[in-house]
């Protein structure tokens, strides 16, 4: 009897990529810190950045700990990476209102979560994860653009609202061909 494929995400797998969340967290404060150096951002900004980095860290640090732990069940650690996925995207969504929403250069901070499901190999959470970061980030962008009115034309909003959802699922494509490749050839 042939045996059947291990599937799902393993404990090594789970941990190196919170490992290396953790490298994503630092280099956002490392920039906090220098934005508040040279007084790029109002005080008030540099306590919600703050804030924000240091819930992300809480996050990330609870699903690497329980990560570490020797589980019977796969599923815990496809759980733990979904959360800080999701506390990501919203990380990310904030920020992008926090930098003028339409123009924020956070939303390249949208691959993280994207890139971090390409691990659990599946095309469903790839897709749901694009969408997420699409309904994230137009959240964020005509949010901004509303509360802060005249900044902008809508025309420029909605382009860019657009173009960067139709990135997001061209993203997920490209990671779904590197991890999941067709099992037919062409």
């Known amino acids: 009897m042939a045996r ?3 599937t799902g995400l393993d404990q090594i797998t789970t941990v190196q990529l919170l490992r290396c969340h953790y490298f994503f967290i630092a280099a956002y404060i490392g920039s906090i810190v220098v934005f508040d150096m040279w007084n790029l951002i109002a005080r008030e900004a540099i306590g919600r950045r703050w804030l924000a980095a240091g819930l992300l860290l809480i ?3 609870a699903a690497w700990y329980v990560s570490k732990l020797h589980h019977k069940r796969q599923g815990v650690f496809q759980l733990m990476l979904l959360g800080v996925i999701l506390a990501d995207i919203i990380f990310v969504a904030m920020n992008v209102y926090w930098e003028r929403g339409m123009a924020s250069n956070s939303v390249a ?9 390409a691990a659990l190999k599946s095309r469903s959470a790839l897709i749901a994860v694009a969408s997420l970061c699409s309904a994230a980030y137009g959240i964020a962008a005509v949010g901004y653009f509303f509360d802060n009115y005249g900044e902008g034309f809508r025309v420029e909003l909605y382009g860019t609202v657009g173009f960067s959802v139709a990135i997001f699922f061209i993203l997920a494509g490209l ?3 590197i991890t ?3 099992k037919e050839s062409p």
């Open 109 to 117: 901070l949208f691959a993280v979560p994207l890139i971090m499901t």
């Open 59 to 61: 996050v990330n640090t």
């Open 4 to 6: 059947k494929a291990k």
């Open 175 to 177: 990671l779904l061909a």
């Open 180 to 182: 999941k490749p067709p």
